[in-house]
C-alpha cells in the first residue's frame, strides 16, 4: 500500500528526531542510591514488625531460613538480607542504575510523561531483584525456605521500586520538559 506524497507518517514511523531531556543521569543515579536505602529500610522494618507478629502469637521464636524454619523461615530471612543490603552497594547500586536505566529511563525519549508507567515498572524491576536474590538465597535452605524468601523478597522490592519510580519522575518531570518549547530568537 502506497502513500500518496506528503500525507503524514504515524508518530511512531516519523523521522527520528533525538530530544534532549535533563536531569536522567541524576534521576538515575537518586534513584538507585535510594533503591538501595529504601530495601534496607523496609527490609528492617519488616524484620521488627514480624518479630513482634511471633512474639504477640507466641509463635517460635526460632524462625531463621537455615533452620528448617519453612515458609516463615524463608520471609524472615528474606527481611533480614533485605536489611543489610546496604552493605553490598558497590553491586546493588550499579544493578539498580543498569535496571532502571533500561527500563524507565528510557521512558521520556518515548513520550512517556504520566506517573502510572514509572511507578509500575520501577516496581517490576525492585520486585525481579530483590526477590530473585532472596528467592536464591532462600532455596539453598529448602524449597518452601525459597517460596517464603521470594514471596517476602518480592514484596520489599516492589514497595521499593514504586518508591525509586515515584522518585525519578519527581526529579525528571517528563511531562514539563515535553512540554518546554525552545523559543530562539538569537
Avoid at 533500561?102 to 516496581?123: A, E, Q, T, V
Avoid at 539453598?140 to 521499593?160: D, K, Q
Wanted: hydrophobic content about 50%.
Amino acid at each position: 500500500m502506497t502513500e500518496a506524497p506528503g500525507s503524514s507518517l504515524p508518530g511512531y514511523a516519523g523521522p527520528a528526531t533525538r530530544r534532549s531531556f535533563r536531569r536522567i543521569k541524576l534521576g538515575l543515579f537518586l534513584s538507585s542510591l535510594a533503591a538501595c536505602l529504601f530495601v534496607t529500610l523496609i527490609g528492617v522494618v519488616c524484620t521488627r514488625i514480624m518479630a513482634l507478629a511471633m512474639g504477640i502469637t507466641g509463635a517460635a521464636t526460632n524462625f531463621d531460613m537455615l533452620s528448617s524454619g519453612g515458609f516463615l523461615g524463608g520471609m524472615s530471612g528474606a527481611f533480614q538480607l533485605a536489611s543489610y543490603n546496604f552493605l553490598l552497594f558497590m553491586i546493588n547500586v550499579p544493578a539498580a542504575w543498569l535496571a532502571l536505566g533500561f527500563s524507565i529511563g528510557r521512558f521520556p525519549y518515548r513520550g512517556i510523561m504520566h506517573r502510572k508507567p514509572y511507578l509500575r515498572w520501577g516496581s517490576i524491576w525492585g520486585a525481579i531483584l530483590v526477590g530473585g536474590t532472596t528467592g536464591f538465597f532462600g532455596t539453598l535452605a529448602s524449597i518452601p525456605s525459597g517460596l517464603g524468601a521470594l514471596t517476602g523478597g518480592v514484596f520489599i522490592g516492589a514497595l521499593a521500586g514504586a518508591l525509586c519510580g515515584w522518585l525519578f519522575h519527581a526529579i525528571v518531570k517528563p511531562a514539563n520538559q515535553l512540554a518546554d518549547v525552545d523559543i530562539d530568537v538569537f
